[in-house]
Nanobody, 124 residues
Framework: QVQLVESGGGLVQAGGSLRLSCAAS????????MGWFRQALGKEREFVAA????????YYCDSVKGRFTISRDNAKNTVYLQMNSLKPEDTAAYYC????WGTGSTTTNSYKYWGQGTQVTVSS
């Protein structure tokens, strides 16, 4: 059974930092592209960042470029999202997902497995 378990969310002041982790099990992690998405209250889920299976290629939405960094450790079956200079508009539930194609896609339809999410709240 595939499981993706996010952790590291919480409450932080604007300008602060958080590091999200997503631990994967039940799949050959190194074959999957991984992505982070977020969903704010009352809004649709949106792409945040993605990384290819080997970590060579990374992708970001425009609103987080230069502030967020996605990385992975295939030996630990874990993907990370380092979030710096957080803003109140970053407040959302953050989800990690596994992309079977391995490339790291920006679209939700490409992802086969999803975690349950971790809440990030940024106060002004």
């Amino acid at each position: 059974q595939v499981q993706l378990v996010e952790s590291g969310g919480g409450l932080v002041q604007a300008g602060g930092s958080l590091r999200l982790s997503c631990a994967a099990s039940g799949l050959t992690f190194s074959r999957y592209g991984m992505g982070w998405f977020r969903q704010a209250l009352g809004k649709e889920r949106e792409f945040v960042a993605a990384i290819s299976w080997g970590g060579i290629s990374t992708y970001y939405c425009d609103s987080v470029k230069g502030r967020f960094t996605i990385s992975r450790d295939n030996a630990k079956n874990t993907v990370y999202l380092q979030m710096n200079s957080l803003k109140p508009e970053d407040t959302a539930a953050y989800y990690c997902a596994a992309d079977l194609w391995g490339t790291g896609s920006t679209t939700t339809n490409s992802y086969k497995y999803w975690g349950q999410g971790t809440q990030v709240t940024v106060s002004s």
